[in-house]
């Protein structure tokens, strides 16, 4: 299985949702470093067991990275769907069309 098509789509979908960090900077190098070493060991000796310990390194950290990013999506959705909770039917519309506008971060001038 290829593996660096999934970090290019991680990479990508990091800054994207913009959550560029440390731990992803480091994430990300540490997995270059992995299969750069991993082609190492192929272009040279060519032995099995260290080039399979650079396969699993890399993707253990590339599961990191996904994992990492999946959990703050999700953390993210859950704070989304609470502030879009706001669209749920009540009986003054107004107040309703008010409260979402502020807590979207929208300005409503019609309010």
Partial sequence: MEMPPLFYIVALAIMLTQRTDRIFLMLAWSYFAFRVGHGLVHLT???????????????????????????????????????????????KKARRVRSCAFGLGLRSAAV
């Fill in 45 to 91: 000796t060519n032995k099995v067991p260290p080039r399979f310990l650079f396969f699993i390194l890399s993707n253990v950290v590339l599961l990191a990275m996904w994992v990492r990013l999946g959990v703050l999506l999700s953390e993210d959705g859950v704070h989304l769907v609470t502030r879009l909770n706001c669209f749920q039917p009540t009986l």
